[in-house]
């Protein structure tokens, strides 16, 4: 079949990589806010008639939606916008997607936990997230599964890469500037490099190409987390970059309430990727492997 895939969000961490390992599955077309670099439509996902005009032109059969307001402390004071961008658009790309009979991939993320559990989190656990971010992901989540239609959603986490703002890039810089870094050491979860977020993005789409999954893809849409394996804290990942790195200062761990932020965040986000393993038979390499790779 051929594939015509649009990408919203190319400017963004898992939007980059997507463009780089999607074109072997078909046609690619790339949309952001902006029309720069690898984007050839402006989308304003925060304009729902944007969203409608710009995606009836295009026409896709598949659209991967790997944009959204991610910036969680700013969430708590920019609540209405961050509603708009990720609880209402994606039900909007959902309805389109309804109405071109095509595939639909949105992302959401570990923060729709509030944190409490001390096992891995599957699909089926209850939803509570203790921040705007997380409440307006979760919006985004029930409004793509109230549509219906042919849709995944692939909850990801503590996503970074060396493409765009995250958590690596920031060690790496501050490790050039200072001699001590100090990281909470409180907060669990599985660092998951955007890459391998896109490349198993791909593989998923190219098995659902398949006659098999075709002739069952109604039953396979749905919810599925997509993480890195193994999990460790924000300092622990710290001192891993760290180890990589030219410049190592000394990480130091300090305790959540010691590095207070706008936003709360989950104290324990692991998600169980059983359900992704068991249907499409792919599983993310454990973080450390993967922010070796990464690094290398
Ligand atoms: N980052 C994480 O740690 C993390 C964790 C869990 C889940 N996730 C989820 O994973 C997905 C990808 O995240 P990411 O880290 O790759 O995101 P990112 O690097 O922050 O990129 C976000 C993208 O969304 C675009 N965008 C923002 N507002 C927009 C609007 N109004 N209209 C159109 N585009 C807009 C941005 O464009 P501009 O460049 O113009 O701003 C950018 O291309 C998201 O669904 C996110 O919620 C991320």
Redesign the pocket.
């Given at each position: 079949m051929h594939n015509r895939i649009l990408i919203?969000?190319?400017?963004?961490?898992?939007?980059w990589e997507l463009c780089q390992c999607m074109p072997p599955l078909g046609e690619m077309i790339g949309a952001?806010?902006?029309q720069l670099k690898l984007a050839n439509y402006a989308?304003?996902?925060?304009n729902p008639d944007s969203i409608r005009s710009v995606i009836r032109q295009i026409k896709p059969n598949i659209i991967i939606n790997?944009?959204?307001?991610?910036a969680v402390d700013k969430a708590e004071t920019e609540a209405e916008l961050a509603h708009k961008?990720?609880g209402v658009a994606p039900g909007i790309l959902a309805e389109v997607c309804l109405e071109l009979d095509a595939l639909l991939v949105h992302?959401?993320?570990?923060?729709v936990f509030n944190g409490q559990q001390n096992r891995a989190y599957v699909e089926e656990d209850a939803v509570n997230p203790i921040g705007v971010y997380g409440r307006t992901?979760l919006a985004g989540e029930q409004a793509v599964s109230a549509v219906g239609g042919k849709y995944l959603i692939l909850r990801?986490?503590?996503?970074y890469g060396l493409h765009?703002?995250?958590f690596l890039l920031t060690m790496q810089h501050l490790a050039t500037e200072r001699k001590e870094l100090k990281v909470v050491s409180d907060q669990i979860g599985s660092p998951t490099w955007?890459r391998m977020i896109a490349q198993a993005t791909s593989h998923i789409i190219a098995k659902l190409d398949s006659p098999f999954y075709q002739a069952n893809i109604e039953e396979l849409a749905g919810l599925y987390h997509i993480t890195c394996g193994g999990e460790t804290s924000w300092y622990q990942f710290a001192k891993n970059i760290v180890a990589l790195s030219d410049k190592q200062p000394t990480v130091l761990p300090i305790k959540t309430v010691d590095y207070p932020t706008p936003a709360k965040r989950p104290a324990y986000s692991v998600l169980s990727n059983k359900k992704l393993v068991n249907t499409f038979g792919i599983n993310l390499p454990h973080w450390e492997q993967a922010l070796n790779l990464c690094l290398s």
């Open positions: 919203i969000g190319t400017s963004g961490q898992v939007g952001d806010r902006q989308i304003d996902l925060a790997a944009a959204a307001y991610t961008i990720n992302y959401s993320t570990d923060y992901k990801t986490a503590w996503v765009g703002k995250n955007s």
